[in-house]
């Protein structure tokens, strides 16, 4: 009776706009990191793009668990807008991660791979940006968010190609010489290929949330 009577409340329009707002700042994040890659920006501004967005995330995710126990009306389950906001969050923090160790190793060069990811990574965090507004009336936009979420995983595929030639390609340049280039660049590439890994968590979780409520 409970679940029937709530269905007929309103939801709150506030939730949607800040999984919206947090979208915003993981393509922002996505770019930056991707100029960084193929050299666009400097390595410093870069960097201080990325932290700044995942500044800002770090803000309206506090705001979406703040609104999360304050109201009454939640658009769905409460657990699963902390696992969406939570997903969210973890993608532009591995985002700083990479700036991270990108800055610390003082990384000046990057593989073609490494690049490509970078326009990977966009593109998934684009994908995403998408489908949070569908959230917003999710039986008359469930085919669509569907078809997203397969286009992600595709992309997610593409980055775990990327990531295995890179390091193909890494050890074979390093082989029989200086272990440190092998072991940096590892390192950043698996940073790369997490990114994506998250931005596909986002899109499973939303896909959990669509049939729950279908």
């Given at each position: 009776?409970l679940?029937?009577?709530?269905k007929?409340?309103?939801k709150?329009?506030?939730f949607f706009?800040?999984?919206?707002a947090?979208a ?16 666009r920006?400097s390595?410093e ?23 999360t ?29 990479t ?5 610390l ?5 990057f593989e ?15 994908r995403?940006?998408r ?7 999710i ?5 669509a968010?569907g ?5 992600i995983?595709?992309i997610?595929e593409?980055s775990?190609v990327?990531?295995g030639q890179?390091?193909?390609a890494?050890f074979r ?13 590892a390192?950043?590439?698996?940073h790369?290929?997490?990114?994506v ?8 979780r939303?896909s ?5 409520h279908?």
């Amino acid at each position: 009776m409970l679940g029937w009577f709530q269905k007929l409340l309103p939801k709150e329009p506030k939730f949607f706009d800040l999984f919206e707002a947090h979208a915003v700042t993981l393509v922002a994040g996505a770019r930056a990191l991707d100029s960084l890659l193929a050299g666009r920006v400097s390595i410093e501004s870069g960097c201080a793009e990325i932290f700044k967005q995942e500044h800002l995330a770090d803000e309206i995710a506090g705001e979406v668990m703040h609104e999360t126990g304050r109201s009454f009306i939640t658009p769905f389950d409460r657990g699963d807008i902390e696992e969406l906001i939570g997903s969210m969050d973890d993608a532009i923090d591995q985002m700083r991660k990479t700036a991270k160790a990108i800055a610390l190793y003082e990384v000046e060069r990057f593989e073609p791979d490494m690049a490509e990811l970078g326009v990977v990574v966009v593109q998934a965090s684009e994908r995403v940006a998408r489908l949070l507004p569908m959230l917003r009336d999710i039986k008359k936009n469930a085919v669509a968010i569907g078809a997203l979420a397969k286009e992600i995983g595709a992309i997610e595929e593409r980055s775990d190609v990327l990531h295995g030639q890179g390091l193909k390609a890494l050890f074979r340049a390093h082989r029989g010489g200086e272990a440190m280039g092998f072991i940096v660049g590892a390192e950043v590439y698996d940073h790369l290929e997490k990114v994506v890994d998250r931005l596909e968590d986002v899109a499973k979780r939303v896909s959990r949330i669509v049939l729950e409520h279908l």
